[in-house]
């Protein structure tokens, strides 16, 4: 670990070529007015292969920043899979897979869950932004884990905010889960993002043009590639000191991150956003 330690240290004290998303310079300084103040960077081992002179370690990055705002201090985290690839005198460090490959297909589940329901009918914004700041980079073990886990999560949040389920056990229709099966809304970047746009009852997403228009408890879904294949899914927890939306996800897991990830590697010039404000009916 103390070669992964090393080049970790060595990017983030400015002695080694940047990686995109670590490089905010642009998006903070520039654009947002935030200076880093700290960052802290942490591997987690969690697979070690050897064989002959070449040795893998897989492990789990966790970055932590600590930015300030004007007057205002918060912490933006996230979790990034890696690998460290030593083969005799070289060495590499690269993403665990493509970034863009987490965001696609239905992988399905490890685990299952109990049912919950809600008989509140209104959405609790508080609830739904508790939920989300208590799993963040954890697993509910009431739930089915999903390889691309980030609407699983989204709609999890949700429910826990008081969105009722409806639909079952069509598929193709409403937004629910049970302990066997769920929608494809439920699970599905893409399938939720036309739910919130259509649905006319429990779970309703109503579309606004600008991020700063949004609220803790509110989703935004994102086309990395501009071709109307919707990928990824997060939720407001806070706004900055522009009134901007702070984010968190799954799948990578990131907590208080900029709404807009033009620090990720999915992110691309084509990206087109979709910014829902959430009520319940």
């Known amino acids: ?34 200076k880093i103040v700290q960052t802290k960077v942490n591997g987690i081992t969690h697979q070690r292969l050897r064989y002959d002179e070449r040795e893998e370690i897989r492990y789990l990055l966790h970055c932590k920043f600590l930015m300030k705002q004007k007057h205002k201090f918060y912490i933006e985290e996230c979790i990034l899979p890696y690998v460290f690839i030593r083969d005799g005198k070289s ?29 509140d009918s209104k959405y609790n914004r508080r609830e739904a932004v508790l939920y989300a700041e208590r799993w963040w980079n954890d697993y509910n073990p009431d739930y089915k884990i999903f390889r691309n886990d980030c609407t699983n999560y989204i709609s999890q949040c949700l429910h826990a905010g008081g969105a009722p389920m409806w639909g079952a056990p069509k598929r193709d229709a ?22 919130l746009s259509g649905s006319s009852m429990g779970l309703i997403g109503v ?36 009134d901007m939306p702070l984010v968190n996800a799954h799948t990578n897991s990131s907590r208080h991150r900029y709404w807009s990830y033009e620090d990720s590697l999915a992110w691309t010039p084509k990206i087109k956003y979709k910014f829902f404000k959430i009520i319940v009916k």
């Not at 090393?6 to 670590?22: A, C, E, P, S, T």
């Not at 490089?23 to 947002?32: G, M, P, Q, S, T």
């Not at 409403?174 to 739910?195: E, I, V």
């Not at 989703?219 to 927890?237: A, K, L, S």
């Open 1 to 34: 670990m103390d070669a992964i330690k090393k080049y970790w240290h060595d990017i983030v004290n400015g002695r080694q070529r940047q990686v995109k998303w670590l490089d905010k310079k642009f998006l903070l300084a520039e654009k947002r007015k935030i």
């Open 91 to 119: 060495t590499v460090h690269r993403p665990l897979q493509k970034f863009n490959d987490y965001y696609k297909g239905d992988q399905l589940y490890l685990q299952q869950r109990k049912d919950h329901s809600h008989r």
């Open 174 to 195: 409403g937004w629910w889960y049970n302990n066997k099966d769920w929608s494809y809304s439920w699970s599905l970047s893409h399938s939720l993002r036309w739910y």
């Open 207 to 242: 579309e606004v043009e600008s991020p700063e228009k949004l609220l803790p408890g509110d989703v935004i879904c994102y086309d990395f590639e501009g071709d109307n294949r919707w990928d990824h899914t997060t939720i407001v927890v806070a706004k900055d000191e522009r």
